[in-house]
């Protein structure tokens, strides 16, 4: 099967569309890539690419199409605006163009904000009459407004007027919470179109033992008790949440290691210097590869989420890679996250922004022996294998895209 990825982000970017594409690619499907210029999440062009040079690039035979846009820059809120419409005007009036001498079965989008991201999309999939499939990560304008980017009500009402358009222009939605269900449909999506697929995480996540000389040991505490955090920092982690915990715990010998970067990360550190909160290492982003020997260092991961009914709604995909790793985990966040650490027996839940309960939880794993802390990490990895096992969701991707594709032939 022919498929083209539309997806603003990508490879060397690290998200999770690069591995579908290559789980794509393994099933024996000819896949290509529409893609904006990589900037995540510094906000600048990463070295040897310009708007106008490297148009074309390959990543493990997987060849992609890359049309020029406005880096992020600060992420600022205009600056993500123009980041946004930047890659949706040119994906529609270059990607036809530099894709003309292509046919595809499929079009499938990968739905991280920006929504927008399926334009072009939509406009391929008629140009080459294509099936249309659409990856909803976030939803659109319920995020805007949850972590504050768009305020004005008249604006969350026109970008909610472009989703419903985007919707009824796509032949499968597939949601990666089944807690979006009901918002997408609320939002024009066609109930009998909407299907839950969740995230997984890429192979490399798994559970390992790092060497005693392996260089990630000198940069974890390597006494006390560990609780790691790894993500992007922005404002729907809740990341004040973390550091009102680590306050309460201040006196105790307990570290709270944060990985990651993001719109908040200054302000993370400024807290961090200001409040004189030792106990909290704030190390910036790391090689994905790199992420499993981190995490093998830690006795608890972290998740938060900001107080919102939106991301009461979502899975955070970090959650897949914790579980993968067979890690406790100890979250603060409400709905269908808080479902997945609580059914899998992975660890302790408490509801976002409750930050008193939040420390009390580490203070609690803290105290657990070795072997109890053992079988929650047993336990989180045997949910994500029932659960959120890749070969068994590519595999279904892979029958649902031949079997729309069939349908639209007809």
């Known amino acids: 099967m022919r498929i083209l990825i539309v997806s603003q982000y990508f490879w060397p970017e690290n998200f999770r569309i690069n591995d579908l594409a290559l789980a794509l690619k393994e099933e024996g499907n000819n896949v290509t890539v529409l893609a904006g210029m990589p900037n995540y999440p510094l906000g600048k062009v990463y070295k040897g690419y310009r708007w106008w040079n490297k148009r074309r690039d390959m990543m493990q035979g997987i060849p992609i199409v890359r049309v020029p846009l406005f880096a992020r820059r600060q992420s600022k809120s205009w600056h993500l605006l123009i980041n946004y419409l930047s890659f949706a005007l040119s994906g529609c009036f270059f990607g036809p163009w530099l894709l003309r001498k292509q046919n595809f079965d499929v079009v ?125 920092l922005g404002e729907g982690q809740s990341l004040d949440t973390i550091l009102k915990a680590a306050k309460i715990l201040k006196g105790r010998d307990i570290h709270w290691v944060i990985f990651g970067d993001g719109r908040r990360r200054n302000w993370l550190d400024d807290e961090v210097e200001s409040n004189q909160l030792h106990n909290v290492h704030v190390l910036g982003s790391r090689p994905m590869e790199t992420m499993p020997g981190y995490f093998s260092l830690a006795d608890a991961m972290l998740v938060t989420l900001k107080d919102d009914p939106v991301m009461a709604t979502t899975i955070p995909g970090k959650i897949q890679t914790y579980l993968a790793c067979g890690r406790p985990i100890i979250g603060a966040l409400n709905g269908s996250g808080a479902d997945v650490i609580s059914e899998s027996g992975a660890g302790y839940s408490v509801p976002s922004e409750d930050y008193e309960g939040l420390a009390s939880s580490v203070l609690k794993m803290s105290k657990v022996s070795d072997a109890d802390r053992q079988k929650m990490g047993e336990c989180a990895l045997s949910y994500y294998k029932d659960n959120f096992d890749r070969d068994v969701l590519v595999n279904q991707l892979n029958d649902w895209m031949h079997q729309i594709s069939s349908i639209e032939k007809r």
Not at 187 to 198: D, H, T, W
């Open 108 to 232: 499938f989008t990968y739905g991280v904000s920006p929504v927008t991201v399926a334009i072009p999309a939509i406009l391929i999939s008629r140009v080459k009459n294509a099936s249309m499939l659409f990856w909803v990560q976030d939803l659109w304008p319920e995020a805007l407004s949850a972590t504050g980017e768009i305020k004005s009500k008249k604006l969350l009402s026109i970008v909610g007027y472009v989703v419903k358009k985007i919707y009824h222009s796509c032949d499968l939605i597939l949601v990666q919470s089944e807690g979006f269900f009901k918002p997408a449909v609320k939002v024009g999506a066609e109930s009998q179109k909407v299907i839950y697929f969740p995230n997984w995480a890429e192979t490399l996540y798994q559970p390992i033992v790092l060497k005693s000389s392996a260089k990630e040991r000198t940069e974890v505490p390597c006494t006390g008790f560990v609780v790691m955090f790894a993500g992007n």
